[in-house]
């Protein structure tokens, strides 16, 4: 291995020495604690500290970095006391987690890390939204991210990859090629001979370094960030590696022929940069013996002071709050003056009122910049409020989110809109995976409005209709909001947008241009989680939400002799339970209408929890009225047939007459 220090002075080639040796003698330590029970799980990463170690100390220490499982010496590198990281992998409170995540699933604003999910994909968009940050901000930094030669083949390495380059962001995507993904050899996971040459496709400058070679690995990285902070550009990079131990400890590496093993043994990082400096003079036999003694007993001191600590304690109530960071609602009154505008207006103006009010705000979606969107609801905006804050996005749902979770991470607020509340399957990892559940895990909220032009009725098909909503009421860390009115979409979007957590708006496609109502003219806020009620009643309790609520008045105009009491619910999470619980009491009939499909739907669990906390007052089972459970057709009497208002209207008759 062939050692070409040219512009690296001694000092920093003996920090490179020392900082590559601490995670390997911690690595070390912890296999043998995972041999004794101590230690749950370990990914190793010997053999790869040159470029977890190299790349770190290139960056500033303001520069965010983004690592994996076999990154240690990123963590080691930024300074983070020992104990935290052994406090971190025995599941105790001085870690990153609060015991409710492993091993490196975590990050720190304090020490610019941001930790993987193991969904590996979304963290590369996520270095992408942090960089755009660093970008709007005006802020000359770069963003590292890594990911292995496995993660390489998950769409979202591609759909990142783009967004970078098309936006020309400054992230440095570090591909750690290490010959296998588990068991799975490369030549079964990508068939281009490098993985560098993937850049090509998307634009983007790259490069193939000895991920081996501290100094090259060090060298390259740090005239590359350099550059990129003068001149914003996304650079790929290809560390050529070889993973010494298993994926993790427990699968071993029987299916690596012992051949490459020890060709790749004789390449060790450490111990091959290590005679290079002794050559030099840099290192003898006494400094190498020092520079271990000082970090064993550095990663004992610390490991003591871990187990000194005590277990987590239990608190219930503690874990139900942090699954959201705190908002404190703050109620905006408008003045008097109203307009009669229809729902899209109302949305659109609650936008634009946003976009005024927080100058962090960035709306990002497919067609909304000079087309409008699809629904026209951000016309003009580009406009009013320039490209870099209302951007046009490429065709790629998950690596949107992730960009905005990115954004998110680094002090912006983020609206995505979804062309269709249908595409956001497309964009569900990151939505359920990354968003829902990072504050939880490592207390960082997710700063996002994801807003979901939904719902049947236009003839629009199967993948232009649906109404999805309960697949993410299911997911705590979200919240879900459902407006049937123009009035209630303002407020309650000025809210979702102040709210720190990740919301997902729902907006009914056939009530855009149909439905009016006066609605002030000035800012204004809504309280999620409070339900309407829209009619006062005796006999029965309707709740409903979104289009369901117009069909249930339509009934009741229809059939005035039914005292129903009919709650608009507004928001699904939070759920105003205590509104449906109140009114049931005074009924003691209830039936819940939806235009979900009726299996696993947002009724079944209102049923339940009425059954659960109501039972006693109630004169007749609960009743649930929904579409079919089929996709949604195209055809018009397929589609009516397959909406559930004409069968709700009879499920009324037959429930006041129990």
Known sequence: MKYQPKNISKITQLKLYERMMKPRLIEEKMLILLRQGKVSKWFSGIGQEAISVGVTSALKEDEYVLPMHRNLGVFTSRNIPLYRLFSQWQG?????????DRSFHFGTQEFKIVGMIS??????????????????????????????????????????LNIASVWNLPVLFCIENNGYGLSTPTNEQYKCEHLADKGLGYGIESHIIDGNNILEVYEKVDALCQSMRSTPRPVLLEFKTFRMRGHEEASGTKYVPQELMDEWAKKDPISNYEEFLVSEGVLNDGSIAQIKEKILQEIEDHLQMAYNEEEITLDTIMELKDVYKHFEYQEVNPNNKTANIRLIDAIS???????????????????????????????????????????????????????????????????????????????????????????????????IVVRMPCGAGVGAGPFHSQTNEAWFTKTPGLKVVYSAFPYDAKGLLATAINDPNPVLFFEHKALYRSMYQEVPEDYYTLPMGVASILRNGSDITIVTYGAGVHW????????????????????????????IYASVKKTGKLIILQEDSLFGGVASDISALVMENCFEFLDAPVKRVASLDTPIPFAKKLEQNYLPKERFSLAIKELLDY
């Open 92 to 100: 105790k409170n001085s870690g990153f987690t609060k015991g409710r």
């Open 349 to 447: 103006q609650g936008l634009r009122q946003s976009m005024e009010r927080h100058g962090n705000l960035v709306l990002m979606g497919q067609d909304i910049a000079d087309y409008g969107g699809v629904f026209k609801i951000t016309e003009g905006f580009m406009e009013e409020f320039g490209k870099d804050r209302v951007r046009n996005t490429p065709i790629c749902e998950s690596a949107i989110v992730s960009t905005a979770m990115g954004l998110s991470i680094n002090k912006m607020k983020v609206m995505v809109e979804m062309q269709f509340a249908d595409f956001v399957s497309s964009g569900f990892n990151p939505i359920v995976n990354y968003l829902a559940k990072s504050h939880y895990r490592w207390g960082e909220h997710a700063d």
């Open 552 to 579: 249930a008045l339509e009934v009741l105009d229809n059939q005035p002799e039914i005292d129903a009491e009919l709650l608009d619910l507004r928001t699904l999470q939070p759920m105003d339970m205590e509104a």
């Open 119 to 160: 969904h590996l994909g979304p963290q590369l968009g996520v270095a992408d939204g942090i960089a755009l940050a660093n970008i709007l901000k005006k802020e000359k930094l770069v963003t590292a991210v890594f990911t292995g030669e496995g993660g390489t083949s998950e769409g979202d390495f591609h759909e990142a």
